[in-house]
């Protein structure tokens, strides 16, 4: 097979190569991946540093029989092409397209979806044991970052996998780097390990390590070997993030993912902010103006912008590594201690220590601020990361108060306000930019609970959103306005408590209520109108917008809005369907 002008974009004719032919194959396949991901965005450096290992992998391995699991998945971009996904690649993270992460549904070869980090030896130990039991005999492998191995459910699963009677094998993709590089003692472990005792042989694995893991050929020659042993197996290689692609691999957290290629922005929209930004700048200018104040983040600095605190006060920020629930219980003892700690964590992420959200800071009204970035829906990156549910999972809390801001303004004034209050707090806000641009203005004064009504002059029904909500609400009730038929908007701030003074107004007031969310219906923000409206006896129409009690895909933030109806024109054609005439 002549290589060059036949690559073999399917894992068949793959294993019809020669071990020889393997470095030209894996050089075409990355140059490949460099072409297609900077045209259509998406994760970008990782999967670069993973072309030999994927190679290698479906060249020994029978898939999909055998199984195969990556960890988080946002390094699978090459495991999908050359198992049957390549004419749809690029399609990868659009609305109807495939996704950016391995899904069961999607694909014999992705036999366990994955999305969040530290899930794949848990994963694949199970599916062993069930083969075992069903005698079944194949291969189970599983291939998770070192940056992954900072979470509690890999060592957890590791404890269990040491003393199984299963064959598993856990590939250790070390490069040192998460999104950022990676924080705390296993990464210098890893570096620095006994290559014949250590950590994992006194657990009971085989061990082996590869110096080089883009040398595809010894590769190759390696999995041939591990594949006949019995018992657990580590397998140790090293990789550069970005490899072969210089810049990335110079600025590998820069090239971690990358956009569209796109017109640059215009001018008006490069004077705005986004909110990540937002709440590093305030974060910063917080610290300075209290010494208790500090930031923790689990594994991202760059991605929540916590850096720009960690870069000027390194010592008063703290990145713990993918470990959520250390997070959370660590920013507790910190606010145990006197400490006013700001734990941002993504909204998709707080959902793995819920546990200790409830016991470790809420059962001890300890006042830990949770900033929770990507609250709603987060685009591209589908139905793992989409931060929907934390209204709904978090307000049956005691003692936890939980807000979103409308604005970043409003996020600004929000983070004061926390600090204040010295209670446990919870403030969600959206991806990326916001309708303003005055966010440096001095904060607002925000009184605990309360809302504000932006306007029901004249009103005949009110709008009452949250977040986001309260944006689309805005533009909701000027466009009802031109068409004279007036509907007030009030901005909520407070999904707990709700601002029952408010809400008691618009019982007593209007016969129809609106509310509007970026986030679940079941549960969420409208649903605690709605028992508010029955614990009062109220027995007008309450008509709820959000997103539906199902799973929500990929697709950009605008076309999601749009395919479930949570946008101004559609919302409005709702509205005068049920006023009167």
């Known amino acids: 097979m002549e290589i060059s002008k036949n690559i073999p974009f399917n894992v068949y004719d793959l294993r019809k ?15 490949y991946l460099i072409d ?15 072309v030999e290992l994927t190679t290698a992998l479906h060249y020994v391995l029978d898939t999909p029989n055998d199984q195969l699991v990556w960890d988080v998945g946002h390094q699978a971009y090459l495991h999908k092409i050359i198992t049957g996904r390549k004419d749809e690649f690029e399609t990868i993270r659009k609305r109807g397209g495939i996704s950016g992460f391995p899904k069961r549904d999607e694909s014999l070869f992705d036999p366990f979806g994955t999305g969040h980090s530290s899930t794949s030896i848990s994963a694949v130990l199970g599916m062993a044991e069930a083969d075992l039991l069903q005698g079944i005999h194949r291969q189970h492998i599983a291939v998770i970052g070192d940056g992954s191995l900072t979470g509690g459910m890999a060592w957890e699963a590791l404890n269990n996998a040491a003393v199984s009677k299963t064959n598993i094998l856990v590939v250790i993709n070390d490069n040192q780097m998460g999104i950022d590089p990676n924080a705390g003692a296993l990464n210098q472990y890893l570096n620095d390990l006994d290559k014949t005792s250590n950590f994992f042989t006194d657990l009971g694995f085989s061990y082996d390590y590869i110096q080089d893991g883009h040398d595809v050929k010894y590769l190759v020659e390696q999995l041939r070997t591990l594949v006949t042993q019995d018992g657990p197996k580590i397998l140790h290689i090293k990789t550069i993030k970005g490899k072969g692609y210089q810049p990335a691999e110079e600025e590998q957290t820069k090239f971690h993912a990358v956009k569209y290629v796109k017109l640059p922005r215009q001018d008006t929209e490069n004077q705005k902010i986004k909110y990540q930004d937002v709440f590093g700048h305030t974060l910063l200018e917080l610290a300075k103006a209290n010494d208790k104040v500090v930031g923790i983040t689990p594994a991202m600095p760059s991605g929540c ?3 720009i605190l960690m870069d000027e006060m390194p010592d008063r920020c703290f990145d713990v590594g993918i470990a959520e629930q250390h997070a959370v219980t660590f920013s507790a003892g910190l606010a145990a201690n006197g400490m006013i700690p700001f734990c941002n964590i993504y909204s998709t992420f707080l959902q793995r220590a819920y546990d200790q959200v ?10 830990v601020i949770f900033c929770l970035d990507r609250a709603g829906v987060v685009g591209e990156d589908g139905a793992t990361h989409h931060g929907l549910y934390d209204m709904a999972y978090l307000r049956s809390i005691p003692n936890l108060t939980i807000m979103a801001p409308g604005n970043e303004h409003e996020l600004r004034s929000m983070m004061h306000f926390a600090v204040d209050l010295k209670k446990p707090v919870a403030i969600r806000y959206p991806k990326g930019y916001g309708p303003q641009s005055n966010w440096k203005d001095e904060p607002i004064p925000i009184e605990h609970g309360k809302g504000r009504i932006i306007t029901n002059a004249d009103a005949k029904a009110m709008i009452l959103g949250i977040g986001v909500g309260a944006y689309i609400g805005q533009s909701v009730s000027q466009g009802m306005m031109d068409l004279l038929k007036t509907v007030g908007i009030a901005d909520m701030r407070f999904v707990k ?11 007593e007031r209007y016969s129809h209520i609106f509310t509007i969310e970026d986030g679940c219906l079941a549960g969420g923000f409208g649903s605690a109108v709605l028992e508010a409206a029955s614990d009062y006896g109220y027995t007008g129409k309450i008509v709820r917008f959000g997103f539906p009690d ?9 076309e999601l809005f749009e395919q479930y109806l949570i946008n101004v024109h559609y919302i409005m054609e709702r509205i005068l369907t049920h006023l009167p005439r």
């Not at 190569?17 to 140059?31: G, W």
């Not at 297609?36 to 993973?50: D, E, V, W």
Request: with cysteine; charged share 20%.
């Open 17 to 31: 190569v020669s071990l020889e032919a393997l470095p030209e194959v894996c050089a075409a396949y990355r140059t």
């Open 36 to 50: 297609t991901i900077l045209k259509i965005g998406g994760h970008f450096s990782a999967n670069l540093g993973t």
């Open 305 to 307: 912008s916590m850096k």
């Open 358 to 367: 409830i016991h470790d800071v809420c059962l001890q009204n300890l006042p």
């Open 497 to 507: 408590p709700l601002d029952i003074d408010l809400l008691h107004n618009a019982f």
């Open 550 to 558: 199902e799973i929500i895909e990929h697709g950009t933030r605008k």
